[in-house]
């Protein structure tokens, strides 16, 4: 089965600097996406940023980035230059094709300004 | 990306009653999840309800609780049969575009008294 593991229950920045939520997943598969979802106090999930696994150059959204690591089956996203906007849950997820999705179990990010 | 709508946005029910959820939308998609996220948990996927076929239920949810209806490519309901307060949660419906990407409702919010 395939898991995800977010190993840090929260995250704090500093406004208009930079942090890096990690995820890793477990699978057997060689083809799979890998996504990034944000989801404030409205509760609405919102994509951040996906990869698909056969690509090797990292995704980015605008402030958005993910080091995408294969073989060590890692998927952290950056967050440069934070804004106040940004504090939400983070939920790394996984989904092979035609499947359903398995997320991680959230990071909690709060922005200081 | 989709516009999906969901109804309720919340509700409070007394135990042993049963709430209707209904997830609208606004184009014809294959593949549609229903997910449970309990207070300060993850997403949990509950069933999987594609048009034309039963829905396929995930270890720990069955129908007699979780009755879905899946009448078209752009509806879905889900209910939850003779509730207890364990069911106070986030009911959200997902699905799935011709990117492979997972979008969601804003999500349905249940308390149990």
């Known amino acids: 089965a395939q898991t995800v593991t977010q190993s840090q229950p929260e995250m704090s920045v500093q406004e208009a600097e930079t942090v890096t939520l990690s995820c890793t997943y477990d699978?057997?598969?060689?083809?799979?996406?890998l996504f990034w979802y944000k989801q404030p106090p409205s509760r609405q999930m919102i994509l951040v940023i996906r990869?698909?696994?056969?690509?090797?150059q990292n995704a980015t959204e605008n402030r958005f980035s993910v080091n995408f690591q294969k073989a060590a089956k890692s998927f952290s996203l950056k967050i440069s230059d934070s804004q106040l906007g940004d504090a939400a849950m983070y939920f790394c997820?996984?989904?092979?094709?035609?499947?359903?999705?398995?997320f991680g179990a959230g990071t909690r990010l709060t922005v200081k300004p | 990306s989709a516009v999906i709508s969901q109804k309720p946005s919340r509700d409070i029910c007394q135990r042993g009653t049963s709430l209707t959820i209904q997830c609208q939308v606004d184009?014809?998609?294959?593949?549609m999840f229903w997910y449970r996220q309990q207070p300060g948990q993850s997403l949990t996927l509950i069933a999987t309800?594609?048009?034309?076929?039963?829905?396929?239920?995930e270890s720990g949810f069955v129908i007699d609780k979780f009755p879905i209806s899946r009448p078209n490519l752009t509806f879905s309901t889900l209910t939850v049969s003779n509730m207890s307060p364990e069911d106070s949660s986030i009911y959200l419906c997902?699905?799935?575009?011709?990117?492979?990407?997972?979008?969601f409702g804003p999500g349905t919010r249940l308390t149990v008294l």
């Open positions: 309800a594609n048009q034309g076929s039963e829905a396929t239920y």
């Open positions: 997902s699905v799935v575009l011709d990117t492979d990407t997972q979008y």
């Open positions: 184009s014809q998609v294959t593949m």
């Open positions: 699978t057997s598969e060689s083809d799979y996406y």
């Open positions: 990869q698909e696994a056969y690509k090797q």
């Open positions: 997820a996984y989904r092979r094709w035609n499947n359903d999705m398995r």
